[in-house]
């Protein structure tokens, strides 16, 4: 396989709204640097895979049945040629340079497995987008009922890292899902994202992954994206994507911190999916 500096892959599920201003920010940027956009459609009912289509050189794959954020992600790594591989959500604008930054920053940390930028919110305020890892105080405090009294606690703040210098390049234990630069070598120590999970909590798991092999993980403020950070679990305390995060987080718990039941064991099979995910592609 011959290699090119970097691969995008962005994963769309009716974002029709968001996914021309992503490309239309995204597409010169890699282009000028000899890199490569692969976009992986979740069978959406809107235009999202059409409005992807006109953009030329960018791979676009269509699913015939709808699979979750690491399946997608993985399908669209398997697909890469890239020396590195950018997940960005495509809810996301990406701003002049800040692919360099990420390139050149990684290129000078070789023990760095993934970085991810300083993203914004549209109004230009910063996103706390690098995190602590979940404590059982963390989670009661943002997924809870108890959450509408502790928003502004310091359990909730410290998961956000709001003490965080954010003007300062520096080592987190995680970094939000929309924008996870990695090093190819990733997929080959750590393996690529646990499809035990659906939707949410991925990145923790892959960043942990990472910290157990002697990855570091760094945030890169340097470079910065815009991210209009639909957060759909945010939104209401009771709704299916808030269901889906529990579902998820008591995954990553029994992963971690529970001892191992063999009828409910769910050790990850991130190897096998990996090498069945590129025997079904090549």
Same mark, same amino acid.
């Given at each position: 396989?011959?290699?090119?500096?970097?691969?995008?892959?962005?994963?769309?599920?009716?974002?029709?709204?968001?996914?021309?201003?992503?490309?239309?920010?995204?597409?010169?940027?890699?282009?000028?640097?000899g890199g490569e956009v692969i976009v992986v459609d979740n069978?959406?009912?809107?235009?999202?895979?059409?409005?992807?289509?006109?953009?030329?050189?960018?791979?676009?794959?269509?699913?015939?049945?709808?699979?979750?954020?690491?399946?997608?992600?993985?399908?669209?790594?398997?697909?890469?040629?890239? &020396?590195?591989?950018?997940?960005? @959500?495509? =809810?996301?604008?990406?701003? $002049?340079? *800040?692919?360099?930054?990420?390139?050149?920053?990684?290129?000078?940390?070789?023990?760095?497995?993934?970085?991810?930028?300083?993203?914004?919110?549209?109004?230009?305020?910063?996103?706390?987008?690098?995190?602590?890892?979940?404590?059982?105080?963390?989670?009661?405090?943002?997924?809870?009922?108890?959450?509408?009294?502790?928003?502004?606690?310091?359990?909730?703040?410290?998961?956000?890292?709001?003490?965080?210098?954010?003007?300062?390049?520096?080592?987190?234990?995680?970094?939000?899902?929309?924008?996870?630069?990695?090093?190819?070598?990733?997929?080959?120590?750590?393996?690529?994202?646990?499809?035990?999970?659906?939707?949410?909590?991925?990145?923790?798991?892959?960043? &942990?992954?990472?910290?157990?092999? @002697?990855? =570091?993980?760094?945030?890169? $403020?340097? *470079?910065?994206?815009?991210?209009?950070?639909?957060?759909?679990?945010?939104?209401?305390?009771?709704?299916?994507?808030?269901?889906?995060?529990?579902?998820?987080?008591?995954?990553?718990?029994?992963?971690?911190?529970?001892?191992?039941?063999?009828?409910?064991?769910?050790?990850?099979?991130?190897?096998?999916?990996?090498?069945?995910?590129?025997?079904?592609?090549?």
């Amino acid at each position: 396989m011959s290699q090119i500096p970097l691969s995008v892959i962005s994963v769309t599920h009716n974002h029709s709204t968001y996914i021309g201003r992503c490309l239309d920010a995204l597409v010169p940027e890699v282009s000028r640097i000899g890199g490569e956009v692969i976009v992986v459609d979740n069978c959406s009912d809107d235009k999202s895979a059409k409005i992807a289509k006109k953009y030329p050189n960018i791979a676009v794959y269509i699913n015939s049945e709808r699979r979750g954020f690491s399946a997608n992600n993985n399908f669209g790594m398997a697909k890469a040629n890239g &020396r590195y591989l950018l997940l960005l @959500n495509p =809810d996301t604008e990406v701003q $002049p340079g *800040a692919l360099d930054q990420m390139i050149d920053f990684m290129e000078s940390h070789p023990q760095v497995g993934m970085c991810g930028a300083q993203l914004r919110f549209p109004d230009g305020q910063i996103q706390p987008s690098p995190r602590r890892f979940p404590t059982l105080g963390s989670t009661i405090a943002r997924r809870s009922p108890l959450r509408v009294f502790l928003r502004n606690s310091h359990l909730n703040q410290n998961h956000l890292m709001q003490d965080l210098d954010h003007s300062q390049v520096q080592p987190v234990d995680w970094l939000l899902g929309a924008c996870m630069f990695i090093r190819r070598e990733i997929l080959e120590t750590v393996g690529p994202l646990d499809e035990g999970y659906f939707l949410y909590v991925e990145d923790i798991d892959w960043a &942990r992954r990472m910290h157990a092999a @002697n990855w =570091d993980v760094y945030y890169v $403020p340097t *470079a910065q994206i815009i991210h209009h950070h639909i957060a759909v679990s945010d939104k209401k305390l009771l709704s299916r994507y808030m269901w889906m995060h529990f579902i998820s987080m008591w995954r990553y718990t029994r992963k971690y911190f529970l001892p191992p039941v063999p009828f409910l064991s769910i050790q990850s099979n991130c190897d096998q999916v990996w090498q069945s995910t590129l025997r079904t592609i090549n």
